[in-house]
T-cell receptor, first 113, second 115 residues
């Protein structure tokens, strides 16, 4: 089955710097890759997603890139702010088999003011 | 629009006792999921319902875990008997449908501590 590896497990940056979180997946059939943000005591919340027919997607300060050949995808956050501090999870699934997400282990991002 | 509701938020039990968690998904969402999130790990799918039918329960420890979704709306997840390793946050999520992948809306979770 699918396995998703995520790095780093913790990341500390200064406010205004960029943050990059990387994930690799094992199942070449996976073609949908969402990123979720989880704040303390809350459930995960979708922040951006990408399908494998697209190499890059951007939404204001966040962007996701996908390298299907290498089976890895990354989350980029620019101009980080203290409110970006949270745990971020990547996930993978097969788009037309809907729903079942395999999550990475998570990255705890800390943005220092 | 109301989000996914879960209760209780916290539960502490002794091992071998039983516990039940309740979830009410977003109105109109056909698909409901239960995920287990052990501290420091990503969520792991336990069971997925489409309306009141089970789509995937391959990772549900069926000797001790059970779940139902009566009338295709709210759902309960039961653990009996609980083990120490069941200590985790149990997240319920819902989505519009399961034919294609899309956004999952998560509740705040039910934190279980087994002593």
């Amino acid at each position: 089955g699918e396995n998703v590896e995520q790095h780093p497990s913790t990341l500390s940056v200064q406010e205004g710097d960029s943050a990059v979180i990387k994930c690799t997946y094992s199942d070449s059939a996976s073609n949908y890759f969402p990123w979720y943000k989880q704040e303390l005591g809350k459930g995960p919340q979708l922040i951006i997603d990408i399908r494998s027919n697209v190499g890059e997607k951007k939404d204001q300060r966040i962007a996701v890139t996908l390298n299907k050949t290498a089976k890895h995808f990354s989350l980029h956050i620019t101009e980080t702010q203290p409110e970006d501090s949270a745990v971020y999870f990547c996930a993978a699934s097969i788009y037309n088999q809907g729903g079942k997400l395999i999550f990475g282990q998570g990255t705890e991002l800390s943005v220092k003011p | 629009e109301a989000g996914v509701a879960q209760s209780p938020r916290y539960k502490i039990i002794e091992k071998r006792q039983s516990v039940a968690f309740w979830c009410n998904p977003i109105s109109g969402h056909a698909t409901l999921y239960w995920y287990q999130q052990i501290l420091g790990q990503g969520p792991k799918l336990l069971i997925q319902f489409q309306n009141n039918g089970v789509v995937d329960d391959s990772q549900l420890p069926k000797d001790r875990f059970s779940a139902e979704r009566l009338k295709g709306v709210d759902s309960t997840l039961k653990i009996q008997p609980a083990k120490l390793e069941d200590s985790a946050v149990y997240l319920c999520a819902s989505s519009l449908g399961s034919e294609v992948a899309g956004e999952l809306f998560f509740g705040e979770g039910s934190r279980l501590t087994v002593l």
